[in-house]
């Protein structure tokens, strides 16, 4: 099945500066990739989307990008905010139509 | 309007108890999934329903686990004879089903955390 990978686990960054948060997968069939973003207490929570025909997609502040050939994925957040602390999950839909999920990633944003 | 609701937020157990979750996921959404997260590891699929087909179980962790789904909306994820390594968030989510369900957002509960003494 697929399996899919978060790096770094843990990112600190100030206020103001961009964070971006990495992950690889291993089915090439993987066609869906959503992030989520859980606060502490409560469940994830879509942020934005990515299908393997489209390269980069923005919403506001936040963007995907995904390489295909490399078979990987970020997830970037420009001038960062307070609000934007949490972990942030990857994920990926493989050629077993399960979503497999990366184990997170605790971003920090300093004031 | 109402998101799905997860019952009850927090649950401490004995060991060897057993314990039913429940979730009630968005009205109108036909997919319903439960997810287990333990400290510090990802989100681990459990079950997955979606309208009157057969669950697809095949993420249970053994056979204590098990899950229904009455008339099509709530659902209960039942543990028999738990034991400490059952504690973990479980979470439950649901999508509308557009042809693949996977292609449908998931919407999550803010989950049950249970603690097996």
């Known amino acids: 099945g697929e399996n899919v990978e978060q790096h770094p686990s843990t990112l600190s960054v100030q206020e103001g500066d961009s964070a971006v948060i990495k992950c690889t997968y291993s089915d090439s069939a993987s066609n869906y990739f959503p992030w989520y973003k859980q606060e502490l207490g409560k469940g994830p929570q879509l942020i934005i989307d990515?299908?393997?025909?489209?390269g980069e997609k923005k919403d506001q502040r936040i963007a995907v990008t995904l390489n295909k050939t490399a078979k990987h994925f970020s997830l970037h957040i420009t001038e960062t905010q307070p609000e934007d602390s949490a972990v942030y999950f990857c994920a990926a839909k493989g050629g077993n139509n399960r979503l497999a999920f990366g184990k997170g990633n605790q971003v920090v944003v300093i004031p | 309007g109402a998101g799905v609701s997860q019952s009850p937020s927090n649950k401490v157990t004995e060991k060897g108890k057993d314990v039913e979750l429940r979730c009630d996921p968005i009205?109108?959404?036909?997919?319903l999934y439960w997810y287990r997260q333990s400290l510090g590891q990802g989100l681990e699929f459990l079950i997955y329903f979606q309208g009157n087909s057969a669950p697809d179980k095949s993420g249970l962790p053994s056979d204590r686990f098990s899950a229904e789904r009455t008339g099509g909306s709530v659902s209960t994820l039942t543990i028999q004879r738990t034991q400490q390594e059952d504690s973990a968030v479980y979470l439950c989510?649901?999508?509308?089903?557009?042809?693949?369900?996977?292609?449908?957002?998931?919407?999550f509960g803010n989950g049950t955390r249970l603690t097996v003494t």
């Open positions: 989510a649901s999508s509308l089903s557009r042809g693949n369900p996977y292609n449908s957002p998931l919407h």
């Open positions: 990515i299908r393997s025909n489209v």
């Open positions: 009205s109108g959404h036909t997919a």
